[in-house]
């Protein structure tokens, strides 16, 4: 059975990125579809959708990285910061399949790609 999982690498420090919020949203019906935190592993727990949740659509994964930026002190939050929150859109176009929905991230860029 197919499902969705994600993790987050903080490329500037060059590790997992612990602690880091995300919202899944189904784009074609706006309902939240769950938040989760990143683990010490920088991924989550559990697949964020499987089973009979796992179905074809548009998703949006948002990751707060600006609250993980500024809680590590990397960026201190007393104006705009550059990178903040990250949306990532995609598409889910067979349910038997997994997708695997990464973020590489820094203060400053980031970089996604579908894995395994």
């Known amino acids: 059975m197919g499902r969705l999982t994600t993790h987050v690498l903080d490329i500037a420090a060059g ?11 189904s784009l074609d019906t706006g309902a939240v579809l769950g ?19 796992f179905k074809i659509g548009r998703y949006e994964l948002l990751f707060l990285a600006g609250d993980y930026f500024r809680r590590i002190g990397v960026i201190s939050g007393d104006g705009p910061d550059f990178i903040d929150e990250v949306p990532l859109r995609f598409g889910i176009k067979d349910v038997t399949q997994h997708y695997h929905v990464p973020l590489l991230v820094s203060p400053w860029a980031y970089s996604t790609y579908r894995g395994s």
């Open 15 to 25: 590790r997992p990125a612990p602690g880091l919020r995300i919202r899944l949203t």
């Open 35 to 53: 938040e989760f935190t990143t683990n010490a592993d920088g991924r989550l727990d559990a697949p964020a959708l499987q089973g009979e949740d």
